[in-house]
């Protein structure tokens, strides 16, 4: 009977090896010790990702993370990913990372992720907290996956402390938005109201009227 470390038994399932540590802990998965480390029968991993998986409601899972930043931001995108995938109940079959803000609507990993639940490819969508999916209007975005019959899962309900920073990076990408749809409207009038006012403060500070 083949037996393998419990590395190649998260390869196997998918997932985190600290979650086949937990399941095998919890009696979910049977294994022997070597020595000091655990082996796991192949024909039992194959059986549990065939059936009991299945029984205990674990499907397919979509791990999608996400920060504001375009830069700087790698060692939280690994957090959330580590996260995610240390407590995941089925096996992982694709991480999808954003890079912008949780304001914006066209999101590349975002979309992956919808296109994914539509293509049958995923059962569960798990993030950390809920404004990684959305900074508002999350339950919008949960019901797009509902209706594929795909489940989000947040694992934290509360919404994470600390994100004053990012809230702010937020609000200026919304203003900026409204900004430029705003002077984008009429531009060669805005460019002459700008330069216009520009000239009045120059007027007002130097008491010398503008050239």
């Known amino acids: 009977m083949e037996r393998v470390r419990v590395s190649v038994a998260a390869k196997r399932l998918g997932v985190h090896p600290d979650t086949i540590r937990r399941w095998a802990d919890e009696g979910q998965l049977p294994f022997v010790w070597v020595g000091t480390e655990r082996r796991f029968s192949v024909a039992d991993l194959d059986a549990f990702s065939g059936t009991t998986m299945r029984e205990h409601g ?3 899972e979509l791990l999608y993370v996400r920060v504001s930043g375009t830069t ?6 690994a957090a959330q990913e580590a996260e995610l995938r240390s407590t995941s109940k089925g096996p992982v079959v694709a991480v999808v990372k954003d890079k912008a803000s949780g304001l914006r609507e066209n999101r590349p990993g975002l979309a992956k992720a919808l296109k994914m639940a539509a293509e049958g490819k995923c059962d569960v969508v798990r993030v950390t907290h809920e404004d990684r999916l959305a900074r508002f209007g999350a339950k919008w975005v949960t019901d797009l996956f509902a209706r594929d019959g795909v489940k989000v899962e947040v ?3 509360k919404s994470q402390g600390g994100g ?3 809230l702010l990076s937020d609000f200026m990408s919304l203003v900026a938005t ?4 705003m002077y984008g409207i009429r531009s060669r009038e805005a460019k002459l109201r700008l330069l216009g006012a520009a000239k009045e403060h120059v007027k007002d500070d130097s008491g010398v009227p503008a050239p």
């Open 178 to 181: 409204f900004a430029g749809r």
């Open 58 to 60: 674990s499907g397919r």
């Open 155 to 157: 694992l934290h309900q």
């Open 164 to 166: 004053m920073e990012e």
């Open 72 to 77: 700087g931001q790698e060692s939280s995108l």
